[in-house]
């Protein structure tokens, strides 16, 4: 008895440990979503795509702080904030980095793009990561939420894909 009441600890935290990273992964592409829509108030498809997607990783730090709970986690509800720069500032210095000094608008969007899509790819393998573990578990809550949220993430990642192929010929064939 108290040998099965261990494993179901260790696999808890375990499990913690899956919620836990996932919910600074959504936070993290929340925050990214959000710093490419403010940098690109003047495109307005961009924008407003960006933020709308933006609020769908929102949603999901909301309910995976609720679903923490459940195993001794204190998560926040809402995004967290970077320490030390904002994520758009830091895809911003990155792609200056890549180009030299030359800070075209249309690369730094396409930096921006490529950002954003590496990190929704994180958030689904994080969200495989979790159905997987709780249908081992037989969580069926948190299964339900991973089978919820998880088609929402491939949405922002299918969309980040599309307008880097649709970008890219644009900025690199152009002078």
């Known amino acids: 008895m108290m040998l099965q009441a261990a494993v179901r600890?260790?696999?808890?935290?375990?499990?913690?440990a899956v919620l836990g990273e996932l919910h600074r992964s959504e936070s993290r592409l929340a925050e990214a979503l959000t710093g490419l829509a403010?940098?690109?108030r003047?495109?307005?498809?961009?924008?407003?795509?960006?933020?709308?997607?933006?609020?769908?990783?929102?949603?999901?730090?909301r309910v995976l702080a609720e679903a923490g709970r459940d195993y001794g986690l204190d998560l926040s509800a809402?995004?967290?904030?970077?320490?030390?720069?904002?994520?758009?500032?830091?895809?911003?210095?990155k792609?200056?980095?890549?180009?030299?000094?030359?800070h075209e608008p249309s690369l730094l969007l396409l930096t921006g793009l490529r950002h954003i899509h590496v990190l929704a790819?994180?958030?689904s393998v994080d969200w495989e990561v979790?159905?997987?573990?709780?249908?081992?578990?037989?969580?069926?809550?948190?299964?339900?939420l991973a089978q919820e949220c998880h088609p929402q993430?491939?949405?922002?990642?299918?969309?980040?894909?599309?307008k880097v192929k649709e970008m890219a010929p644009q900025v690199i064939a152009t002078g």
Not at 9 to 16: A, E, P, T
Not at 47 to 58: G, K, P, T, Y
Not at 139 to 144: I, K, M, Q, S
């Open 9 to 16: 600890v260790l696999q808890g935290n375990k499990m913690g």
């Open 38 to 40: 403010d940098e690109q």
């Open 42 to 61: 003047m495109d307005h498809e961009i924008f407003h795509v960006a933020r709308d997607l933006s609020e769908w990783s929102r949603e999901h730090v």
């Open 78 to 93: 809402g995004s967290e904030q970077p320490a030390d720069d904002s994520l758009a500032q830091k895809a911003k210095h």
């Open 95 to 102: 792609g200056a980095e890549m180009l030299g000094r030359f």
């Open 121 to 123: 790819a994180g958030v």
């Open 130 to 144: 979790l159905a997987q573990g709780a249908q081992a578990l037989k969580d069926r809550e948190l299964l339900a």
């Open 153 to 162: 993430t491939l949405r922002q990642l299918r969309w980040a894909n599309a």
